[in-house]
Each structure stands twice: as C-alpha cells, then as structure tokens.
C-alpha cells in the first residue's frame, strides 16, 4: 500500500492526489468516512491525510482516524503528529503504537501555538521542530530509538512527509525550507495552498535548487497544496492573515465581482478559477494534496472535473 503511494509520488509520468481530512470535535471519526463513501471520492484518490488538534483546538486522534480511514478505504493515510503536544517520549510511543497498527505515512508539523487553543491554560511542549520528528523516523527505519537503543522487533518501514510554506516576499526563505526538510529525510514536502501558475513555477524551480545542493534529498517529492476556495471572505482571510500564501488579485476582483451578483455565481466562480488552477497544476506537476476544510462536496466536484 505504503510502497505504491512512494512509487507514484517519485514518478514524473504519474500523478498523486491526497485529500486532507480533519477529525471533528466528537468521539468517533466515521461520520467523515461515510460522507467520503457516500460522495465515492476514495476511488479517486491515491490517499489521505488526518490533521492532529490544527490551531490547537481538540479533535479526534489523529492516528486512530488514520487507522480507520485505512482500514474502510484500503488506501494509505498520512498520519500527521505535531511537536506541540508531544516530548521526544510520546513521539516515540506513538509511533510505536502506529507501527503496529500499519499507519506508516507521518507527516511531521511543528504545529501550531497553544495559547489560540480552545483548552484553557493549555501549554505547549515544542522539545524542537518537526525536524526531530523526520530524525526520530530516520532512527526507528535503521531499527533503533533517538537514544540509539535497539529495538526487540523492529518497526516496519514509516514514509514522512513535511511541510512548508508556499509564498514568501524573499524566495531564499523557501530554498532554506526545502533543503533542511530534504536534509532530514522528508520524501514529500506539501506546501500551503497555491493559486497561480507563476507560484507553482516558482516553488518547483526553488524544490529542483534545494534538492541540487543536496545529495540526501534525491527521493524528495514537492507535493502542492490546492484549497478551493469559493467565497471572497475567504479568500480575503487567507491573503491578509495566514503567512506563507499568496492569494492573487485577479482571484479576489474576480470573486468580488460575482459576490455581488450572489452566493450561488459567487461559488460558482471560485469553483471555476480552482478547477482551472488544478487543471493547470495536473499538466505542470501533478503531485497535489487537496484541502477544503471537510467540504468534501468541493473535491468531489474538483476532482471530477
């Protein structure tokens, strides 16, 4: 399962499409799961991803959903873990835990700050970055833990992931980014939602210097995040308070425009401008994770398109 995601994230000629789930603040995961089998999405991606507790707020494990989600769709999932919630202990335990479940495709965020929680007096761990979760990965795939102490059984090989930021005013911020992640094993990076042609040019250009410069991150993939949006608010939220996007102008005239004219030519035009921009990226690169928050209303449209 896990070998056949690699495999066609690593192939040029292939294309590889995950969808982005995100647990809801309940005790169990499988209204998410039904509503993708009702939609039948799975059939239409190579995979998915579970958040873990994203702006700090409580959700569903993270982990556990992977498992299920796995389980129902017999597609991989990549489990994220971030390192605020969790010491070097924790990390390693539930990998461990993972292991033995099968979910085997980490995707390491440093994650975001504890005071935004929805938990009062919440205090975040951050022992370091994600980068010691990519290097805890590396130990436990050469059959050890990060204090160098063998394993009785050895885990069973886990694929990580990283992430990034796709915009930045100095593009060098991105390539030293690119190349820390590669250096400490990721073999996809997902950057944050695009949306033009000329960023996904740019951020492949800077992908192909990072991995130039550095002999460890050959197997390295750029994955680009694509998130439909399909209401100006929205679109005026990201461009003006999420750091590392950018959202063009002509995206925002275009849905200011047909905000006027409703809610129905509203969604209808950020609908268009997203199947045109993941039209564009299937023909550039077509290694894609998609995101639209659970509307999953939305990938199924996009994605059958």
Not at 28 to 56: C, Q, R, W, Y
Not at 126 to 147: H, P, Q, R, W
Not at 211 to 232: D, Y
Request: net charge positive.
């Amino acid at each position: 399962m896990f070998e056949r995601l690699i495999k066609k994230l690593q192939d040029p000629k292939e294309s590889y499409i995950t969808l982005e789930t995100t647990p809801r603040h309940d005790a169990t995961f499988m209204p998410i799961i039904e509503t993708i089998d009702e939609l039948g999405i799975a059939e239409k991606v190579d995979g998915f991803s579970t958040t873990d507790n994203p702006l700090a707020k409580l959700k569903f494990n993270s982990i556990v959903a992977a498992h299920q989600l796995q389980r129902h769709f017999k597609k991989p999932v990549l489990a994220t873990m971030t390192m605020r919630d969790r010491n070097k202990i924790a990390l390693q335990s539930d990998l461990l835990g993972a292991n033995g479940i099968d979910v085997r495709a980490i995707l390491a965020l440093t994650g975001d700050p504890a005071k935004i929680s929805d938990q009062p007096n919440a205090k975040g761990v951050f022992e370091s970055d994600s980068t010691m979760l990519l290097d805890i990965v590396k130990c436990f795939n050469a059959g050890i833990d990060y204090a160098g102490r063998e394993f009785g059984v050895k885990p069973k090989p886990i694929y990580p992931f990283a992430v990034s930021n796709a915009f930045a005013k100095n593009p060098k911020t991105l390539l030293k980014r690119f190349v820390k992640k590669l250096d400490h094993g990721a073999l996809g990076i997902i950057t944050q939602p695009v949306f033009d042609r000329e960023n996904v040019l740019m951020l492949l250009e800077l992908f192909e210097e990072a991995k130039a410069s550095n002999s460890k991150g050959k197997n390295g993939t750029l994955i680009l995040g694509l998130f439909p949006v399909t209401r100006l608010k929205t679109a005026q939220f990201l461009s003006s308070h999420v750091p590392g996007i950018h959202v063009p102008k002509k995206w925002i005239d275009a849905l200011y425009e047909a905000q006027k004219k409703g809610e129905k030519t509203e969604e209808k035009v950020g609908l268009e401008l997203s199947m045109e921009l993941y039209a564009s990226i299937m023909e550039i690169h077509p290694k894609i994770h998609i995101m639209t928050a659970n509307r999953f209303t939305l990938a199924r449209k996009l994605l059958t398109n």
